[in-house]
Nanobody
Framework: QVQLQESGPGLVKPSQTLSLTCTVS??????????YTWIRQPPGKGLEWIGY???????YYSPSLKSRTSISRDTSKNQFTLQLSSVTPEDTAVYYC??????????????WGQGTQVTVSS
């Protein structure tokens, strides 16, 4: 029922800002208890949590990325966005948006976008 889809450029130059949009259908960004999340997976590595925006619009970021990360939303379009500034090739990854919630005492994700490859290269 709920679908998420990432969109944005697949190639970003070093020092520029990576900008991605996640469009949510079949659900609302303002529904209580959900956390709309960005996660990435660099080549050959595990998943890395970037941050989320919750149903009230509060944001939380990974400490390692906080200084460069901004997550925002447009509730009229049912979209939320990721901006990651000053990118380097180390930011090359598949980027996912996902809907998170707290289940069984731990964070869980019931719906994911298909992921989008972002390459940082000149």
């Amino acid at each position: 029922q709920v679908q998420l889809q990432e969109s944005g450029p697949g190639l970003v130059k070093p020092s520029q800002t990576l900008s991605l949009t996640c469009t949510v259908s079949g659900g609302s960004l303002t529904t209580n208890d959900y956390y709309y999340t960005w996660i990435r997976q660099p080549p050959g590595k595990g998943l890395e949590w970037i941050g989320y925006i919750d149903y009230s619009g509060n944001t939380y970021y990974s400490p390692s990325l906080k200084s460069r990360t901004s997550i925002s939303r447009d509730t009229s379009k049912n979209q939320f966005t990721l901006q990651l500034s000053s990118v380097t090739p180390e930011d090359t990854a598949v980027y996912y948006c996902a809907r998170g919630f707290e289940g069984a005492g731990v964070p869980m994700y019931d719906y994911w976008g298909q992921g989008t490859q972002v390459t940082v290269s000149s």
